[in-house]
């Protein structure tokens, strides 16, 4: 999600500069290895990349730090509970990347995601999630969309994890904890006194092998192929799927956990990244590469889409290429749009449909409803959607 919409950043005079700025130079230390922690060696669980078409498969777009949002957009497909627990029973779950920046809660996200994990397990179901283009801008030290809420909250996380640390320090028996703050220099080249310490815990908490990173991000996807659908935040091109998908996942999951150095992988850097790619994301379909996405699709067995997120969708949910990309990114955060939620629900018989909470269907084109739900009805829409269902949120 790459729509600029400044208002919505630091607002502190000459930050915003500050932090493109800071860029080259965080990347410049990264490669060297100056920042970061010393690695370790950490048994690796196998990622799994193919998973079989599951009864009911509900995908989710952009969250970017807003928790609220976040919890309505699961609430409309039934997934979440008043108590905010998990009620999905035997649903997959994927969700398509960029729960960091352009929002005050991004930790308050990735606890909640971790969280409904644990609980999906329990009843047969499960959340899958990937990273977009910001998880990776962020590992990576590129702050130019934190919001001054981010740095705030990643202030608070750094307090409570010294506490903790300082706590285990003197039990007996445990090993010595690290400083997630060892080898980051104490100030920034134009970076605001007031800010040096919470960049400072963003970049302890997120680089390679930080304690955030490595709990909430190393076992996420880049790339998922579930049942006939392929998740991807950007896109795939025919180089990708080439250059191996489980090798793709594995390898992005690697350097999250410090293992191959500052910067990220070549696949996930520049215009055609699998986190950046937008060939198959312009609201107008003629200006979309079919013949490209067919090619791709070609080369992933029994693949029949592509669904994307990172490019915002003003009309919601859509498919372009007869329904061969379908991109769920509807700029749902206040912090990028503040869209009304939407998500894609794929059934068993490969039957797409868009939840939606979009007041005007309420009452829209009734004549063209061709089945009940317990929440609302199902619409006929334009041959660029699938079909919506309207849920009374």
Not at 29 to 41: A, K, T
Not at 127 to 138: C, D, F, Q, R, S
Not at 253 to 260: A, F, H, T, V, Y
Request: glycine share 10%; with cysteine.
């Amino acid at each position: 999600m790459e729509q600029k919409d400044q208002s919505s950043l630091l607002t502190c005079e000459n930050l915003p500069s500050f932090l493109s700025s800071f860029v080259d130079t965080f990347v410049d230390f990264s490669v060297s290895g100056f920042f970061l922690p010393q690695q370790q060696q950490i048994p690796q669980k196998p990622l799994q990349t193919h998973y079989p078409s599951p009864d009911r498969l509900v995908a989710i777009g952009d969250l970017h730090g807003d928790l609220e949002k976040s919890k309505q957009a699961f609430r409309l497909a039934g997934l979440i509970d008043g108590s905010d627990r998990w009620s999905g029973g035997s649903t997959t779950v994927v969700q398509i990347g960029d729960v960091l920046d352009r929002g005050g809660e991004e930790l308050k996200i990735l606890y909640f995601l971790e969280k409904l994990k644990r609980e999906a397990v329990k009843t047969g179901g499960q959340l899958l999630t990937l990273n977009g283009n910001h998880e990776i801008m962020n590992i990576e030290g590129d702050f130019r969309y934190v919001t001054e809420k981010g740095l705030e909250e990643f202030d608070v996380w750094a307090y409570w994890y010294a506490i903790g640390n300082k706590m285990k320090s003197l039990c007996h028996g445990l090993e010595i904890p690290k400083n997630p703050f060892h080898g980051i220099p104490l100030s920034f080249h134009r970076v605001p006194e007031e800010f040096s310490y919470s960049v400072r815990a963003r970049i302890a908490a997120l680089r390679p092998n930080g304690p955030i990173s490595r709990r909430f991000l190393a076992n996420n996807s880049t790339v998922l192929v579930v049942g006939d659908s392929v998740f991807v935040h950007g896109g795939l091109l025919a180089k990708h799927v080439d250059y191996g998908l489980q090798r793709i996942n594995e390898e992005v999951r690697d350097w999250i956990n410090g293992s191959k150095g500052g910067r990220a992988p070549e696949y996930c850097r520049g215009r055609n990244a699998v986190v950046w790619l937008r060939k198959f994301s312009d609201e107008l379909e003629k200006n979309c590469d079919c013949s490209l996405l067919e090619h791709v699709l070609a080369t992933i067995p029994g693949a029949k889409r592509m669904i994307m997120g990172h490019t915002i969708q003003v009309a919601g949910i859509n498919g372009v290429c007869d329904s061969r990309a379908i991109r769920i990114d509807v700029g749902m955060s206040k912090g990028c749009g503040n869209g009304l939620p939407e998500v894609l629900e794929i059934n068993k018989d490969s039957r797409l449909r868009v939840l939606t909470s979009y007041p005007l269907y309420m009452n829209k084109n009734q004549s063209f409803a061709d089945g009940r739900t317990k929440e609302g009805f199902v619409l006929l829409v334009p041959k660029q959607g699938p079909k919506l269902v309207e849920v009374k949120a």
